[in-house]
């Protein structure tokens, strides 16, 4: 099946997420204060257009039913997956709303560009491939932290890894299943070429949620930011 391509080639990209040492830090217990709110402001400004590219798939749906699902999981974004947001902020101690207005870094620039080009082709299939890395990225890593024992109650980490975890427990079928599902429903009737720029789009999602790991954990932000940005205070 589609579904299950995408998951292997995509898998080598998935293990050096778990690799990688925001990832790890998150299992440890341990993140600097600074990665964490960098992550935050990043994630905040990457989660609402992430909001306005679901909307664009609800005028090309058919069933109301599918139309429901997508609308219920805007409302999810906009008013739930903000509690992960918290958990960084309260370890870091800060305020939330003090990192609601960053400016996309170069990378979460490009993975905001990556996903509107799939909004640009009209095509239903490379929408939700350019979007279902990270729901998909975040509860995989919510299952292998939790299958290597690193959510544990002294984890201050633990509420978040929670989070991500229950989409996996979804009496449906979680999150990223419906999408799989979908996407295996539409491969059926897409041709060689379509099927591989879906793809492409899904492993280029998939290694840019490496990016965003990276870019958290190094604070990797315009090295000519006043410049690009004419001097405006992007904190």
Known sequence: MFSHQLVKEANPILEAIFDHPFVKGIGNGHVDDAALKFYVQQDFQ???????????????????????????????????????HHVFCNIANVTYESLQHATPSPKAYLYQSHMYRAVR???????????????????????????????????????????????????????TRKLFK????????????????????????????WEFWEQAFYQQDWRFAEVVHGGSNNE
């Open 46 to 84: 990457y989660l609402s257009e992430f909001i306005k590219i679901y909307a664009s798939i609800i005028p090309i749906l058919k069933k109301r039913e599918d139309m429901k699902f997508f609308a219920e999981n805007i409302d999810f974004i906009l008013n739930s997956e903000i509690h992960p």
């Open 182 to 209: 979908m996407l295996d429903e539409l491969a059926k009737d897409m041709s060689d070429e379509q099927i591989q720029e879906a793809k492409s789009f899904f492993l280029k999602s998939t290694e840019l949620e």
């Open 121 to 175: 082709t009209g095509s239903l299939e490379n929408i939700i491939c350019a979007l279902l890395p990270c729901p998909w990225t975040y509860n995989e890593i919510a299952k292998q932290l939790t299958a290597t024992g690193k959510n544990t109650d002294d984890n201050p980490f633990k509420s978040w890894i929670d989070f991500y975890i229950a989409d996996d427990e979804d009496a449906e079928g979680g999150l």
